[in-house]
């Protein structure tokens, strides 16, 4: 999803943001969707098995047992489509991809040890374009500060970039755009250390 040029662009927005905060930031890119359950295509394909008898057997005058073949057909047919193509991700209702996104922000956060960092001012930028999703995960120290609103610009800034086919200078816009929330909330001190990798994480 980034060319290799594109990994150094963003990996150097970071550490020019980095460079007036104490805070650490890191971006996370998904590649593959973030909720492809099976019950949503089953689900789909279950309606459409209970709504096709009543056309065919208003309009036609097709037998009870072809009514009922022809029922299990659509299930079968439109289960397997929505649940084994990249049609399924078109059936997933879109609080079920924000909670998706909500939970994989968190636990690549988690995962990544970004809890752990000496002033608890870590911030996790987690994309995933295929869902059309940002999701901002803070650290309490300046979650405490700015809130969840605050994060709202810099979830605009790389969704902008993604639509238009600019991922790389959305992400860049993103993350200055969290570096000056930083700055503004957790200014650098004398010490301070770059405590977590600059790189971009694509999954």
């Known amino acids: ?15 020019e943001a980095e460079a007036g905060t104490a805070g650490e930031i890191r971006v996370v890119v998904l590649s ?35 009514l009922l073949a022809a029922q299990a057909g659509a299930f079968v047919i439109a289960g397997a489509a929505l649940i084994l193509s990249p049609l399924g991700a078109f059936v997933v ?5 924000e909670e998706a996104g909500r939970a994989a922000a968190v636990d690549h956060f988690l995962a990544l040890g ?7 001012t870590g911030v996790l930028i987690l994309v ?5 999703l940002v999701e901002v995960v803070a650290d309490e ?3 405490g500060k700015v809130g969840h609103e605050a994060w709202q610009g810099v979830c605009a800034a790389v ?4 639509r238009d086919g600019r991922l790389c200078e959305g992400l860049a816009d993103g993350v200055a755009e969290a570096g000056r929330i930083l700055a503004r909330h957790a200014p650098r ?15």
């Not at 969704?159 to 993604?162: I, N, R």
């Open 1 to 15: 999803m980034l060319s290799e040029q594109e990994h150094a662009a963003v990996a150097r927005a970071v550490q």
């Open 114 to 120: 970004m809890h752990q960092t000496s002033g608890r």
């Open 32 to 66: 593959r969707p973030l909720a492809r359950s099976p019950f949503f295509g089953l689900m789909w394909a279950a309606l459409l098995a209970l709504l096709l008898p009543w056309p065919l057997a208003l309009f036609t005058t097709l037998n009870t047992p072809t």
């Open 93 to 97: 209702p879109r609080f079920a991809r």
């Open 128 to 132: 995933a374009p295929v869902d059309h």
């Open 141 to 143: 120290a300046i979650h």
């Open 159 to 162: 969704l902008a970039g993604a």
């Open 189 to 203: 001190g004398p010490d301070d250390a770059n405590e977590l990798p600059d790189r971009v994480i694509v999954m």
